[in-house]
């Protein structure tokens, strides 16, 4: 079957432009994570939707990004009035269930902000 | 909190010899352990996860990896490296069962020299 897929897969934005990255997560798979990863912080968990909630949204980096799942399937991460630091290839992983799931991850979204 | 320590940022490796990636984790209890590749411009993938009993774990692509509670580490090793073996190789600790999300080392970039 396919795997996690994201798109669009670059984004390039203006500084203070809105961008949705979205992820289509395998199949069957209840949980759902998004990562950031970037040169200088390395790998960062942001958020995990079990279902289509998310217990805990303190891993956000500010109050600018913002995400979202539908019908337990497809997320979105919105990133509102984008600065240059949100530069970072964004990463979206799955997983059959929360506890002790593998993680299977995209191929990430590399966005820009000029 | 849990952390992730990869001591060495680039390690250089002739085809067909050892190799071995350190990792160390800080966590209070026994944490979930994962090693993952990630091939340039591409997503993470799994190599091999410790969850719980044998501490000698096999994973894919002839990889394997230990986990020794003493010393709090979870090295990654493989008899003989191919070429395409080169790539960054990233340790992660999960807690919580995952609903934490995983917590990455910074990563180690393998170089496979002829």
């Known amino acids: 079957g396919a795997g996690v897929s994201q798109s669009p897969s670059n984004k390039v934005t203006e500084k203070g432009k809105d961008v949705e990255l979205r992820c289509d997560p395998i199949?069957?798979?209840?949980?759902l994570y998004w990562y950031r990863q970037s040169l200088g912080q390395g790998l960062e968990f942001l958020i995990y939707?079990?279902?289509?909630?998310?217990?805990?949204k303190s891993g956000l980096p500010s109050d600018r990004f913002s995400a979202e799942r539908t019908g337990g399937s497809v997320s979105t991460l919105t990133i509102q009035r984008t600065q240059q630091e949100d530069s970072a290839v964004y990463l979206c992983?799955?997983?059959?269930?929360?506890?002790?799931?593998?993680?299977?991850f995209g191929p990430g979204t590399r966005l820009t902000v000029l | 909190a849990q952390s992730v320590t990869q001591p060495d940022i680039h390690i250089t490796v002739s085809e067909g010899a050892s190799l071995e990636l350190r990792c160390n984790y800080s966590?209070?209890?026994?944490?979930?352990l994962f090693w993952y590749v990630q091939s340039p411009g591409q997503g993470l993938q799994l190599l091999l996860k410790?969850?719980?009993?044998?501490?000698l774990v096999q994973g894919i692509k002839g990889f394997e990896a230990e986990f020794k509670r003493s010393q709090s580490s979870f090295n990654l090793r493989k008899p003989s490296v191919h070429w395409s073996d080169a790539a960054e190789y990233f340790c992660?600790?999960?807690?919580?069962?995952?609903?934490?999300?995983?917590?990455f080392g910074k990563g180690t970039h393998l170089i496979i020299q002829p």
């Open positions: 992983a799955s997983s059959f269930r929360l506890v002790q799931g593998e993680q299977f």
């Open positions: 199949s069957g798979h209840t949980a």
């Open positions: 939707f079990q279902g289509n909630s998310a217990p805990d």
């Open positions: 966590y209070g209890a026994t944490p979930y």
């Open positions: 410790y969850f719980s009993g044998d501490t």
């Open positions: 992660a600790v999960g807690v919580g069962g995952g609903a934490d999300g995983l917590t």
